[in-house]
C-alpha cells in the first residue's frame, strides 16, 4: 500500500470539544453587578466641579473624526468619554442590557459632589442627562465662596453673584433629588467676611436649599453641617421642613477653625475655647 492509500490520522478526542463558551448573562445580576462596581465605583466622592462630566472641545472634535460610537447620543457630551473613563466604558456599548445594569451600578453606588460657587462649573454634571441623574442615590453638596469673590455691594448697586439659583435648572436639580438615599450639605459661610454681609450671601444661597429642601424626598436622610453659624442656620430650618440631622464633617472641621467651630452635641462654647467636645 502506497503512501496515498494509507488511510488518514483520525484527530484524537479532546476534552474541550464539548465545552460550550462562556455567556457573561449565565451570571446571576448580583454577580454582573459585582464586574460593574469593580470597573466604575470610584473610593472617593466624585467632584463634580472637575473636568470629570465633560471633554475638551478638540477631543470632542476628534471623536467626531474617528466616527467614535456615541453611547449617549448627546455628542460625547456624557461622562462616558473621559479620560479617566474611556478605557472602561467601552462595555456601555456592548448591548442595551449591559449599559443599563452598568449605569444603575456607576451612578448608584458612586458619591457624587456638587460644589455651588458663582460660576455654575457643577451644571457640567447636567450633561449626563435627566435618566442618569435620576441615577445618582448619594449626593453631597458643598457650598462655598472663594475670598476674592465675596463682594457685597452697596445699597442700590447690583450685587455680585454667589450662586446659580436652582429653579434655573429645576427639571435637572429634580431629576438629582428623586430618589435620593443620603443627602449632606457642608455650608461654609464666609468666617473671614465681616458677618455684617452674611444675609447678603445666605440669601443668595436660599434660592438653592429651598428647592432642596422642597423637592428632596421624604426617605432620603439628609445631613447638615452649618456649624450653627449666624444666619446661616436659621436659613436650613426655614429651608428644610423635612426631618434632617445636623452633624459635625471632616471638611466642615478643616474650613472651620477651632475659635469659630461648634458641635452639634455641645453648642456652649467654640471648640477651641477648651470645652469638651463630645463625640
Not at 26 to 42: G, I, K, M, S, T
Amino acid at each position: 500500500m502506497s503512501i496515498q492509500d494509507s488511510p488518514s490520522p483520525q484527530p484524537m478526542p479532546s476534552d474541550h470539544s464539548s465545552t460550550t463558551p462562556f455567556r457573561f448573562f449565565d451570571l446571576p445580576l448580583e454577580l454582573r453587578n459585582e464586574v460593574y462596581a469593580h470597573l466604575f465605583v470610584q473610593p472617593n466622592p466624585i467632584n463634580c466641579l472637575r473636568v470629570w462630566f465633560t471633554t475638551a472641545g478638540r477631543h470632542l472634535r476628534r471623536l467626531a473624526r474617528e466616527n467614535a460610537p456615541d453611547c449617549c447620543g448627546r455628542n460625547f457630551g456624557c461622562a462616558h468619554y473621559d479620560a479617566r473613563l474611556r478605557p472602561l466604558t467601552s462595555l456601555l456599548r456592548a448591548n442595551r442590557q449591559v449599559s443599563n445594569e452598568a449605569l444603575d451600578v456607576m451612578y448608584a453606588r458612586n458619591v457624587f459632589r456638587v460644589d455651588l460657587e458663582r460660576r455654575g462649573f457643577f451644571q457640567r454634571f447636567w450633561a449626563v442627562g435627566e435618566a442618569n441623574l435620576r441615577r445618582v442615590q448619594h449626593l453631597q453638596v458643598v457650598a462655598s465662596t472663594e475670598y476674592y469673590a465675596y463682594r457685597i455691594s452697596p445699597p442700590g448697586e447690583p450685587q455680585w453673584r454667589f450662586f446659580v439659583p436652582a429653579a434655573d435648572h429645576a427639571a435637572q436639580w429634580g431629576a438629582l433629588l428623586d430618589g435620593l438615599v443620603t443627602l449632606e450639605l457642608v455650608l461654609k459661610i464666609p468666617v473671614w467676611g465681616h458677618h455684617s454681609g452674611w444675609p447678603v450671601w445666605v440669601a443668595q444661597l436660599e434660592t438653592v436649599l429651598g428647592f432642596v429642601g422642597e423637592h428632596v424626598g421624604e426617605g432620603t436622610n439628609v445631613s447638615v453641617d452649618d456649624n450653627y453659624s449666624m444666619y446661616l442656620c436659621e436659613a436650613v430650618d426655614r429651608c428644610f421642613r423635612k426631618p434632617f440631622r445636623r452633624v459635625r464633617t471632616k471638611e466642615g472641621d478643616a474650613y472651620y477653625y477651632d475659635e469659630t467651630r461648634f458641635d452639634p452635641e455641645n453648642l456652649t462654647a467654640p471648640i477651641g475655647s477648651g470645652t469638651k467636645v463630645q463625640r
